[in-house]
């Protein structure tokens, strides 16, 4: 396994093609107020006793351990410090972080792609230190709340691999779907699949989350 390939799970660059396509299916975005970006810096989103705030650089060293935690490099990327810092530096990224409301983190979301023209953000990578506790799906919801309320995004994307069935899961009670297989996209024997979320679905899934 090496580590280019392992630097790239969960989200690779996005492939002009994607974007074209993207693009076909929705009127060209011209005024400056839908290209994506962050629209403000919201200071906290909370649900139920968890909240997600913007990550700080005290809190890199929580999302180096997290994504070096053991059984982990085989679903997640990891990063140097170095790799964090210059990612953490671009306004096209952002770094999500969430904690128990006046606690302790317990996970993270790296952000890509805030600047891309046609609204397509990607999930570039999410970690949850303790799994399978209850945390990765509120936190994902959040996550989702954050991109599409804060940033003018349209479609969030990201790739998992393919044997990650928790991680799929969550992604599909989160409201995603399935777009395909990618193919030999990474130096691993086990292939990815591509999955997104369209600005529509979320505000369908939020509808009913707050009619229940
Ligand atoms: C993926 C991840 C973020 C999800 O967070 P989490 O805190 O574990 O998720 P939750 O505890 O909220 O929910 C786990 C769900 O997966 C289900 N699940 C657990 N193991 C499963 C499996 N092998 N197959 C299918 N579903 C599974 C659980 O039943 C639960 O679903 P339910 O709430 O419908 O019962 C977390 O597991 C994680 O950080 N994994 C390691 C890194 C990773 O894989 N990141 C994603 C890379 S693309």
Redesign the pocket.
């Known amino acids: 396994m090496s580590s280019w390939a392992l630097g790239s ?2 989200c690779f660059d996005s492939p002009s093609s994607q974007r074209h396509d993207v693009a076909h299916r929705r009127q060209p975005i011209t005024t400056t107020a839908a290209i994506a970006g962050v629209k403000r810096d919201v200071a906290e989103l909370t649900m139920g006793r968890l909240s997600l705030r913007r990550a700080t650089p005290s809190d890199l060293p929580f999302i180096m351990e ?1 994504e070096r ?1 053991p ?2 490099d085989k ?2 990327g990891r990063w140097t410090a170095d790799q964090h810092k210059a990612a953490y530096s671009k306004p096209s990224y952002a770094y999500l972080l969430g904690t128990e409301i006046g606690g302790e983190a317990f ?1 993270f979301a790296i952000i890509r792609d805030l600047d891309d023209p046609h609204g397509n953000v990607c999930l570039k ?16 919801g959040m996550v989702l709340d954050w991109v599409f309320r804060e940033a003018t995004a349209y479609r969030v994307w ?4 393919a044997d ?8 599909m ?1 989160g409201g995603f779907t399935e777009e395909g297989l990618l193919r030999r996209a990474y130096k691993l024997p086990d292939e990815s699949r591509l999955m997104s979320i369209l600005r529509p679905e979320w505000l369908k899934q939020r509808l009913t989350r707050s009619t229940e």
């Open positions: 799970i969960c997290t935690l059984g982990f679903m997640v996970g990578r999410i970690a949850i230190a303790s799994p399978g506790r209850g945390y990765g799906t509120p936190f994902l990201l790739d998992v691999l990650n069935d928790r991680a799929r899961h969550v992604y009670r």
